[in-house]
């Protein structure tokens, strides 16, 4: 056994040594002396293991390569993690979408294949595949592009992981031996059902350990994959789904037109379904889709990518929704309603088209009054103004073959017009508002068809007199006017079905070449001719927008109006 004295200098001679290797601060055999060192260490790798060339040296060598350049070794390493940058100089050109780009990616695959290609070249290519952005890189030569540099990544991963090893390897490496199925062809896939959910902490943790930066087309397509999914569902799902689907919409918007195409066409499908508010007010903002009043004039013409019954059922959401605002946001103010809002709310199925028309009192209190500033806003583009009447709003609404025109504040009557022979036009930006234009039918030499004065009682009156020009209530059971048919099924088999008649051994009818000629002028306005038809039918002319000049000409022509099927029929001989 050692004496004392030997041990206490063994002691110091240990501490000696200790304190030469710089392990001072801390007890011998503490496993922290090796882990924080060690966690630097890896720091510093994974730091290396991802890091990317500068931003201005990168962006240079994809700027000489999209102007045509021949690249140096060093070059054609740094254009890897910017060829999905828009380039200034070329008007936003990129790298993906430029002629050599093909050629490029051939190089890197076959270095590649040898295992000579620098691994952070080829993570400068997963960051530039995940940098894409598809609402600047809208080029069809830049999607192929970048379509291309998908399949690359997925033919030459395997090649590189193999190439990483069993051992200690880069984050972004070990992530995508988990997740690979983001190089494939359905990247989001996996992630868009519970994304739908809301649960967002696999793709949030995805996005960071990948770097995915926010304008990323993933965060695109996965909601587009959110909503194809959805739209899967049954309709009570489905529908459940919509406030969560415009939420993902509106977050992440480069496939929203695509996106809400999808929801609309499948809102439409659904079994009895009503008016969807949130719907409405979402496609119908002047930054998304816009009025669908608007569609005919040329400004809302993201409504064509729908069937034309999806826009009518949109089309007739609006137009309940002005007719309720007009009464209870208007009228209301004056005291006013005397029960018009029930009594036009009757025939609200059979409304093919409103206008709303503002005094100058109500222009003036969107500045206070935050429900007439949102109506405004909602109706931008589609509403007119009234100059003479200033605490007077009026209300244009069309029924069939007749226009009637409503106002906020007695004395003023409802004047009920046949829509072919106005004493204005429905489409003027301003109206005095009296008997120079929409109060015309008072004048005696003017006249209407139906003048409705709100004296007590005068609901039953006003009801036998639109009998007579062949208006009737709803039928309760009847079907949407705006929205028959099925998202599924072509424009003309959405159609109402036509009246028959007797078969004919010809066509008869007026010179169809002008026809033809004549609805050119009138965008929406269609032909569905069905006197071939083996158990017979008529030559029918079909417009959305029941605009008064089209129906002039083909009452001249000799067409009749159908108000069953909201259409023009040319009379059997």
């Known amino acids: 056994m050692l004496a004392t004295g030997a041990l206490h ?3 110091r001679d240990l501490a000696a040594a200790i304190g030469a290797m710089g392990l001072q601060a801390g007890e011998f055999g503490k496993p922290e002396l090796v882990e924080v060192p060690t966690r630097e260490a890896e720091r510093i790798f994974q730091g290396y293991a991802k890091a990317k060339p500068s931003k201005e040296d990168a962006y240079a060598a994809a700027c000489a390569f999209v102007r045509g350049q021949t690249l140096d070794a060093w070059q054609r390493d740094l254009v890897a993690a910017a060829v999905a940058e828009p380039i200034r100089e070329q008007a936003g050109a990129m790298v993906l979408g430029a002629r050599r780009f ?5 190089s890197y695959e076959e270095e590649a294949r040898r295992g000579d290609l620098w691994r952070l070249t080829w993570h400068g290519l997963l960051y530039s595949y995940f940098n ?3 609402t600047t890189g809208k080029a069809e030569a830049t999607r192929n592009g970048w379509q291309a540099l998908r399949a690359f990544l997925e033919r030459t991963w395997p090649l590189i992981d193999h190439q990483a090893g069993k051992e200690v390897v880069p984050d972004w490496v070990a992530v995508l031996r988990k997740e690979s199925d983001v190089l494939t062809a ?10 739908l959910r809301g649960n967002t902490e696999a793709t949030d943790q995805l996005a960071q350990d990948l770097g995915i930066p926010p304008s990323s087309w993933f965060w695109h397509a996965l909601v587009l994959g959110a909503v194809k999914r959805a739209t899967a569902d049954s309709d009570a799902e489905f529908r459940r789904l919509i406030p ?3 939420k993902l919409v509106q977050g992440k918007p480069g496939f929203r037109d695509e996106a809400l ?20 007010d979402f496609v119908c903002q002047t930054t998304v889709w816009k009025n669908p009043k608007l569609k005919g004039a040329g400004i809302a013409t993201a409504w064509n990518r729908v069937p034309d019954p ?44 409103t206008r709303l028309v503002f005094g100058h009192d109500t222009m003036a209190l969107k500045r206070t009054n935050a429900e007439v500033r949102d109506l405004i806003a909602r109706e931008e583009g589609a509403y007119a103004q009234l100059t003479s009447k200033s605490e007077v709003d009026a209300f244009m609404m069309q029924i069939g073959s007749y226009l009637i025109i409503e106002f906020s504040k007695k004395p003023n009557a409802c004047y009920v017009y046949e829509a072919d022979q106005l004493p204005f036009e429905p489409y003027e930006r301003q109206y005095e508002g009296g008997t120079a ?5 008072f004048r005696q030499e003017v006249g209407c068809a139906v003048r409705i004065v709100h004296r007590e009682g005068w609901g039953g009156r006003a009801e036998a007199e639109l009998r007579q020009l062949g208006i009737r209530p709803d039928r309760p059971e009847g079907q949407r006017v705006t929205s028959t048919g099925t998202a599924n099924t072509s424009t003309a088999g959405a159609r109402a079905t036509a009246a028959t008649g007797q078969a004919k051994a010809s066509p008869v009818g007026p010179d169809m070449s002008a026809l033809r000629s004549l609805l050119s002028r009138f965008r929406g306005a269609s032909i569905d001719d069905r006197r071939g038809n083996s158990g017979g039918g008529r030559l029918w002319i079909e417009d959305p927008l029941q605009r008064v000049q089209l129906a002039s000409e083909l009452k001249a022509l000799g067409f009749k109006w159908a108000n069953t099927r909201q259409a023009w029929y040319y009379p059997e001989a």
């Open 9 to 11: 200098q063994l002691s």
């Open 102 to 106: 093909a050629e490029l990616l051939d």
């Open 132 to 134: 894409y952005d598809p």
């Open 186 to 195: 359905a990247p989001v896939e996996r992630y868009s059902r519970a994304y």
């Open 244 to 246: 969560q689907l415009l």
């Open 261 to 280: 195409e999808a929801i609309l066409i499948r809102y439409h499908s659904c079994r009895g379904a009503p008016p969807d508010e949130r719907l409405r």
């Open 310 to 353: 999806v826009w009518q059922m949109v089309l007739g959401w609006v137009n309940e929704r002005n007719l309720k605002d007009f009464f209870d946001i208007l009228a209301a103010r004056n005291n006013a309603d005397e029960g018009r809002l029930a009594f036009w709310s009757k025939y609200l199925k059979q409304i093919t088209w």
């Open 437 to 441: 234009d929409l109060a015309a039918g």
